[in-house]
């Protein structure tokens, strides 16, 4: 089983990720993420599932696509095409702060262990670290800083205001 970090633990990955689909019969049994377009196609039928459901967002694609549905959303995985594309963080924020989401936001994609204090700064909570690159070394990145100076989504005072 795949693995994955959540809330800064090693825990097995039940979720099934789909990106493509032709017809309702193309779901598998368990946890689904969905694609946006998939969530946007199929969603009165994932709703009536038994099972969690999530969306899987492109770097491409807005968290106000799915604000409607976010009470109905167990987790939002932002993809991250390549290293050096930092639109998912921006996402990420705007999901915890103006959305007030506070269900899992996993990082999928391209997700090394350099951005991982980062991203849980911006609101990330699970993070998929990339297949050729070692989980337990990634989760030793939560303890390379011990002070932040800006505000984040979980302290939203900077260093001299605390």
Known sequence: ??????????????????ENATNANDFPEG??????????????????????????LASDEEPDAIKDDLDKLAVIAIDFPKFADGRGYSSAHE?????????EIRAVGDVLRDQLFQMERCGFN???????????????????????YQADTKNPQPLFRR
């Open 1 to 18: 089983m795949k693995k994955l970090i959540k809330n800064r633990e090693i825990v097995d990955d039940s979720w099934a990720i789909v």
């Open 31 to 56: 946890d689904l993420i969905v694609s946006l377009p998939i969530w946007q196609e199929y969603a009165e039928i994932l709703k009536k599932r038994k099972t969690q459901l999530g969306v899987l």
């Open 95 to 103: 999901l915890r702060i103006f959305y007030n989401y506070e269900g």
């Open 126 to 148: 699970s993070f998929a670290v990339r297949a050729d690159r070692s989980i337990e070394d990634a989760l030793s990145a939560f303890n390379d800083f011990s002070v932040t």
